[in-house]
């Protein structure tokens, strides 16, 4: 375990080496939430012209989704895990770049963003993936740079990142197939 976490550290300081001016101004806004609204509500509207008036059904367990991804990604692995984002690593901190000092909590496995982007992209991908040409491939680079962002800034080891996003697509699929279930029984009322 101490060569992976080796491993991790090293490919963190190698990713997060790569900045500049420009790369920390676009990474520090992939990783800001309210930026991508527009796209959320683009993503509402694609449900919408597929699912009309399950559309509200869709969007609680969109819901419900992220805030299981959420939750659980804080308190059933930031907390139990305790592993130290890089930046609150004393033994790191003067190793590496950090975007406008910004850091967040103490503890970084795993990354919420990671989770809640993959969860997001996979569920969609399997809800209206196939009815848009290039969706799929979209919504997975959109999930991958925003991922890439929380190593780039200097808060999450690639690692966190990673099994964050195992997680956030676990959590994608299994949500939606729940909601399948939940729409099968609901027609057959």
Known sequence: MDKILQWDEELFLLINGFHNSFGDFIMFWMSEKFIWIPLYLFFVYLIYRQYKLKTLIVLIF????????????????????????????????????????????????????????????????KLIGRKYKYFTILIMVWAILISYSRIYLGVHFPGDVIIGAFFGAFLGWFFNWLLFRFLFIFAKS
């Open 62 to 125: 969109v819901a419900i989704m992220i805030t299981f991804s959420d939750q659980i990604s804080v308190h059933l692995f930031k907390n139990i895990f305790q592993r130290l984002r890089p930046c609150h690593d004393p033994g790191l901190m003067d190793l590496f770049h950090i975007v406008k000092d910004k850091c967040g909590g103490q503890y970084g496995f795993i990354s919420s963003h990671a989770a809640n982007t993959f969860a997001i992209s996979v569920f969609l991908i």
